[in-house]
């Protein structure tokens, strides 16, 4: 039995967002055959069908939760939103709690349990009862704002998590690092004039929410430097991936000094996603899980937790998801190496090289980033 809890229910795989809809209002595809929705109960159930056909399950500890309670919830969301998508999980059919934020009866019960789930993945790592954890919730939060769901969202995980332990007292200081391939705009709307909360986001510019998570979005008040936006183009790959965490990520936190690290992990920066176009590899995830870890090893006595967000590839997120979840563990079963084609993907450029966009991009974080942190002068290019 390893000190990773993990926490997983059922029911995360009955909320039903609906058949793939396009435009306003939004209408299935014309002319077409109605096709699934991409933020399928699939793409969760399979991540934990590896982790029980691998044996991993059983090595993890399965932590208790139960619903977030409404008063939780309002910590981040307005009374208003809850109240609507108490109204709108009664109904029959599908309807949307924002801006593609769609839900079907029962959808608020289930959403309330992922909020649990994210709640209980962070106070089991602040008592000490493991090391690290993960939870595996659906649906996703990052994108929810306050007073509406967004993108696949309901409710903001993350930030009622985060803002339940800042408001009990169990944590002073939080890393929120975002390594979804989009933007979390509502994590960041939750804390951008907190300077109790460092959020670092990485994702592909551009791409969800549109004209969100630029360069110049900083944190407000005294929450000044304390939201890093790093954009990067498509393509970035492990390599840029990696040196991203070691010229931003870290020397930030360092200055930052958290005393828990909790990451939105989204496996949508995959190189299969249907959503995103940045080439990280299963073996690029677990890469980035281990440099998380040793962060956390040095700032914080190890306290890291993870909270599941996006990764539309039935196929192959699950194999980065087991990736993340071995290397919490100390566990390699090589499956998701061998399945992945890992070493063939190793061979492909943006695995080994950080390409000039990549040293641009970065470049243009360092320099904004530089007026609240020490950081290294990027590459010459
Ligand atoms: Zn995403």
């Not at 769609?102 to 608020?108: E, F, H, T, V």
């Not at 994590?187 to 969800?208: I, P």
């Not at 090893?297 to 990736?323: F, I, M, N, R, T």
Request: net charge negative; proline share 5%.
């Amino acid at each position: 039995m390893s000190n990773v809890g993990l926490i997983f229910h059922e029911r995360f795989l009955q909320h039903d967002p609906g058949p793939s809809v396009v435009g306003t209002p939004p209408r299935p595809y014309p002319y077409l055959e109605p096709e699934a929705h991409v933020e399928h109960p699939r793409r969760v159930g399979r991540i934990k069908e590896l982790l029980d056909q691998t044996g991993l399950t059983s090595k993890l500890r399965a932590l208790p939760f139960e619903a977030a309670s409404l008063d939780d919830v309002a910590l981040f969301h307005t009374r208003e939103y809850i109240d609507h998508v108490v109204q709108l999980s009664a109904l029959d059919g599908y309807s949307d709690a924002g801006e593609g934020a769609r839900l079907s009866r029962g959808s608020m019960e289930i959403a309330l349990l992922a909020a649990g789930g994210a709640c209980a993945a962070i106070d089991a790592v602040l008592d000490g009862s493991v090391a690290r954890s993960y939870a595996l919730v659906r649906p996703p939060g990052h994108h929810a704002v306050a007073h509406q769901g967004m993108g696949f969202c309901l409710f903001g995980n993350v930030a009622i998590a985060v803002k339940r332990a800042l408001t009990r007292g169990t944590a002073q200081r939080v890393l929120v690092f975002d390594w979804d391939v989009h933007h979390g705009n509502g994590t960041q709307s939750a804390f951008y004039d907190d300077d109790r909360v460092l959020m670092v986001s990485l994702h592909q510019e551009g791409l969800y929410p549109e004209r969100s998570g630029l360069l110049d979005e900083v944190g407000d008040g005294v929450g000044a430097g304390r939201t890093v936006n790093v954009p990067l183009p498509a393509g970035t790959g492990d390599a840029g991936y990696l040196a991203t965490f070691e010229r931003v990520v870290a020397p930030i936190a360092r200055q930052f000094r958290p005393d828990l690290i909790v990451v939105s992990s989204g496996l949508d920066a995959s190189r299969s996603d249907p959503l995103g176009r940045m080439m990280v590899t299963a073996g690029g995830f677990r890469a980035l899980t281990r440099l998380t870890m040793s962060l956390a090893d040095e700032l914080c006595s190890g306290k890291l937790a993870l909270v599941h967000e996006g990764g539309y590839s039935q196929s192959y997120a699950p194999l980065c998801g087991l990736a993340i979840i071995e290397e919490l563990a100390g566990i390699d079963s090589g499956l998701a190496d061998d399945l992945g084609g890992q070493a063939r993907a190793d061979r492909m450029r943006p695995a080994r090289e950080v390409g000039l966009d990549v040293e641009r991009a970065l470049a243009e974080v360092i320099a904004i980033q530089g007026a609240y942190w020490q950081l290294g002068s990027a590459a010459a290019i």
